[in-house]
C-alpha cells in the first residue's frame, strides 16, 4: 500500500460530533406530523445512515415529509452543532504535511458539509466533497466514493477511506480499498469489526500513525 496519496473521509463520528442538530431535526420533523419525539439513544445509532433507514423503523408516516420537515430544521440546526471531534486539527495538519490528499465523502448533504468546512476553516484541508444530496445510493453503496475519485482524478488503489461506521467500510470493500475504522459514539463497534477494516483505531489523532503502518515498504527476510 505504498502508492496510498489521498483519504475519504467520512465526517460525523470521524471527523465531528453534530449529534444535538441531528437530534433536533429529527424531532422537529416528527413533532410537525404529530408524532412523539425519540430520546437521543435512539437516534443517534442511526447517523451515518440514510434518513429513510431510521424513519422506516420510527414510524409508517410518509418519509418525504418526513424528510423535507427533518431539512428544514437541519439548515437552521447542523452547522450551528457540529463541533470538532478531540486531535482532528492535529491530525488534518499532519497528514497534509505529508503530502496527502484529503476528501471528504458523507451522508451529509453538501451544503451542511460545505458549511461545516467554512465553520472550522478546513477549506486549506479538503480539496474535494460530496454529499449524500449528489448520489442516487449513499453508503454502504460506494457511489459516493467513486463521485470522490473522479473528482480527485484517483484511483481506488491509490486511496484509503477513513470512516466510523459499517457503512464506510463496506462502501470502500465494494472498491477493494483498504479502510481505517475509528470507533466513535455513532457506530456500534461489533458490527464495525464485522466488516473487516483493515484497521481499526481508537480516534482520529491516531490515524497518521495508522496509515504510516500501511505504507510502510515491505522488507525481505
Known amino acids: 500500500m505504498s502508492g496510498i496519496k489521498y483519504l475519504i473521509f467520512d465526517l460525523d463520528g470521524t471527523l465531528i460530533d453534530s449529534s444535538d442538530g441531528v437530534v433536533e431535526a429529527v424531532n422537529y420533523s416528527l413533532q410537525l406530523v404529530g408524532l412523539p419525539p425519540r430520546s ?9 445512515y440514510s ?7 420510527f414510524t409508517n408516516h410518509p418519509y418525504e415529509d418526513l424528510r423535507c420537515h427533518f431539512q428544514t430544521r ?7 452543532s457540529a463541533r470538532k471531534l478531540h486531535g482532528v486539527d492535529q491530525a488534518l495538519h499532519t497528514l497534509r504535511q505529508r503530502g496527502l490528499r484529503l476528501s471528504i465523502a458523507s451522508t451529509k448533504i453538501r451544503s ?32 459516493i466514493l467513486d463521485l470522490v475519485l473522479r ?3 484517483a484511483e481506488p488503489a491509490e486511496a484509503v477511506m477513513v470512516g466510523d461506521t459499517e457503512n464506510d467500510i463496506k462502501a470502500a470493500h465494494a472498491l477493494s480499498m483498504p479502510s481505517i475504522a ?8 461489533a458490527r ?19 496509515l504510516a503502518s500501511l505504507t510502510e515498504p515491505e522488507v525481505d527476510a
Do not use: N
Not at 437521543?40 to 451515518?48: A, F, L, Q, R
Not at 458539509?113 to 453503496?141: L, N, Y
Not at 475509528?182 to 463497534?189: I, Y
Open 40 to 48: 437521543p439513544d435512539e437516534i443517534t445509532p442511526y447517523i451515518g
Open 112 to 143: 451542511h458539509i460545505e458549511g461545516i468546512i467554512g465553520k472550522f476553516g478546513w477549506q486549506q484541508h479538503f480539496e474535494v466533497f460530496a454529499g449524500g444530496d449528489e448520489v442516487t445510493r449513499v453508503k454502504p453503496d460506494p457511489e
Open 51 to 57: 434518513l429513510k433507514v431510521m424513519y422506516a423503523d
Open 182 to 189: 475509528v470507533r466513535s459514539p455513532f457506530g456500534d463497534p
Open 192 to 210: 464495525l469489526q464485522l466488516c473487516q477494516p483493515t484497521v481499526t483505531v481508537d480516534s482520529i489523532s491516531d490515524v497518521p500513525d495508522a
Open 151 to 153: 473528482r480527485m482524478q
Open 74 to 80: 437541519a439548515r437552521e440546526v447542523i452547522v450551528t
